[in-house]
């Protein structure tokens, strides 16, 4: 939670995305008299484009020592002239990078990340690099503005999916504060839950699809927030409280179906047409061709509509595809088209690819199929009946298409888009740093425990789990439970435990773990995984202590607190889940 006592000038956001990033902040002061007077920075300049958008590529160049570059479009543009010059082996460049997290269950401190050509680099490096980047530019911001503020001023507000395992969540905290930012300035927001109180405070007009004198301030009502993003889909359902506080009525849900696995599908549509080794080849050695043909895309994808028809027209490295046509296939790029099961429905005219609307479309199928799937699932939950409402957020939610098949599956439930939906997230993480009790309760999304060897109960363990200890039958990684999945919590929650340590051992160790069933029995069973361990250090070896470990849960994470009962020591704690 925000430290209550700390006195903080403003509060700046990093909405650290898997395709875009950027960042907003508003004083303390404007705040209180008009919440949505919200800065976020006009200027980032896609260069060669003209171009000024509201967030930045998520783009990271390091230098021939791993020190930074450059960041966004400075790194998309520096490196594609790298390429040009034929100095890109000296250097390392990363982009969509955030995935990494959500696609490993085990994330860890000495994770390694591959840039464009596959050579690695500490990920911490990485992601560390880059939110010290999007701090900088925001520190320069408030200088030209002659604010005065200096960071310690600040508090720090970091976005991060629902969805993801608390491992990740404390990845992203520890980067931020390997970039500088102080551990007690810095609060974790949840992205879909940021865009849920960002929408409270907007007019109906704002509101695209609610009908007039519609608020989404009347104590009682319930909607879905979809947070549609470059990497993943995340999906939190919220109650309006008297008082203006929300309550989560659902567990979090999502998925990995974001816009980017549009991006996906295009790149295999290629690889159909030229082979996979062909595209692999562009990538690497040309990637200042697959750098324009991914931004043209980009651009193209945002302006289909359901009722498109005829041809989508889309610029392409022609004279580079051609070159490794001749090099790889031994035919020209006009030939291998001919040849490929597109020949009737795309063609080549110039250096513009065209394709049949309805190809086009398809690419979107797949994903919109796996968002409508999750989006279905969802509603199959009971508390969910009374819902109503959906609220689509997040970059992707401007995508007419998505829109268009979300609310036609799902009559006679409104759809709701706000106005510039892609900064939802980031302006309502502005608004949960100023007020980080928002949110009154959240629904704990998976059941956390800690292995324990308990005396064997031969109705409740299998023989399987059967050990002794000392000559007495006791059960091996009996999962106790802590915390039981969609349990309804306030923050600051905390569940007490007591446990005692052995003789002349200064530490004790606990291994958490988590599990997607609601009452597992043992730490090996399918779906449990270790999130990490907790150590914690005695004061005196010489005698067995007696513990008292809190677990505290509600929050955006969870934290431990451990106190010596007799000599009532609050002990060393090292909560690490990295």
Not at 155 to 161: E, H, I, S
Not at 182 to 211: F, V
Not at 423 to 449: D, W
């Amino acid at each position: 939670m925000a430290k209550k006592g700390r006195d903080y000038l403003l509060v700046a956001a990093i909405d650290f995305g898997t395709t875009y990033s950027g960042y907003a902040f508003s004083m303390r002061d404007t705040y209180k008299t008009d919440p949505l007077k919200i800065h976020a920075n006009q200027a980032w300049n896609a260069g060669g484009r003209q171009l000024l958008s509201l967030k930045t590529p998520t783009c990271l160049l390091l230098n021939s020592n791993k020190d930074f570059d450059s960041f966004g479009y400075e790194a998309e543009n520096r490196y594609a002239e790298l390429v040009m010059d034929g100095e890109q082996d000296d250097y390392y460049y990363f982009h969509r990078f955030k995935m990494s997290l959500h696609n490993n269950k085990n994330v860890k401190g000495d994770m390694v990340l591959e840039e464009i050509t596959g050579k690695p680099v500490p990920a911490i490096d990485v992601f560390a690099l880059s939110i010290k980047a999007l701090v900088k530019h925001l520190m320069d911001a408030l200088e030209t503005r002659g604010t005065g503020v200096k960071p310690n001023d600040i508090q720090w507000v970091l976005t991060v999916p629902a969805i993801w395992a608390d491992n990740s969540k404390q990845f992203m905290r520890k980067s931020a504060e390997k970039a500088g930012i102080q551990k007690d300035n810095l609060l974790i927001s949840l992205e879909p839950e940021a865009a849920s109180i960002y929408c409270q405070h907007l007019p109906t007009e704002k509101l695209s699809g609610a009908e007039s004198g519609f608020t989404m301030s009347n104590v009682g009502t319930k909607y879905m927030i979809v947070d549609l993003g470059g990497g993943t889909v995340d999906i939190t359902v919220h109650e309006k409280l008297a008082g203006g506080c929300l309550t989560e009525i659902s567990r979090a849900t999502g998925g990995d179906c974001g816009g980017t696995s549009i991006d996906a599908e295009f790149i295999e549509l290629l690889a159909k047409i030229f082979g996979a080794p062909l595209i692999h080849t562009l990538k690497r050695k040309q990637p200042e061709a697959y750098l324009d043909l991914i931004r043209e895309f980009e651009t193209v994808k945002r302006t289909i509509t359901p009722s498109k028809q005829g041809k989508v027209n889309m610029a392409i490295p022609y004279a580079t595809l051609d070159a490794l046509c001749k090099s790889h296939l031994k035919e020209d790029l006009y030939t291998a088209l001919l040849s490929s099961p597109y020949a009737n429905s795309i063609s080549i005219r110039g250096d513009k690819m065209r394709f049949d609307a309805d190809v086009f479309k398809k690419l979107f199928d797949k994903t919109i199929r796996t968002i409508l799937t999750l989006l279905k699932e969802v509603f199959t939950r009971e508390e969910l009946e009374p819902v109503a409402l959906i609220l689509l957020v997040g970059g992707f939610s401007e995508c007419t298409l998505v829109q268009s098949e979300i609310k036609k599956s799902f009559l006679p439930r409104r759809v709701i888009v706000p106005e510039e939906s892609g900064l939802t997230v980031l302006k309502g993480a502005v608004l949960f740093g100023h007020n980080s009790e928002a949110v009154y309760s959240r629904k704990i999304r998976v059941t956390y425990g800690v292995r324990y060897n308990p005396k064997f109960n031969p109705k409740v363990h299998d023989q399987r789990h059967y050990i002794e200890i000392n000559g007495t039958p006791h059960c091996a990684s009996a999962f106790d439970i802590i915390m039981k999945k969609d349990t309804n919590v306030k923050p600051g929650t905390t569940v007490k435990r007591s446990y005692w340590s052995f003789k002349e051992k200064d530490t004790i160790d606990f291994i958490i773990y988590t599990s997607e069933n609601k009452s597992p029995t043992y730490t090996d069973e399918d779906r449990c995984s270790c999130i990490g361990k907790t150590t914690i250090d005695i004061s005196d070896p010489s005698q067995i202590q007696d513990l008292e470990v809190e677990f505290m849960f509600g929050n955006t994470e969870v934290s431990l607190n451990a106190v010596e009962t007799k000599s009532g020591n609050s002990c060393q704690l090292r909560f690490d889940l990295i």
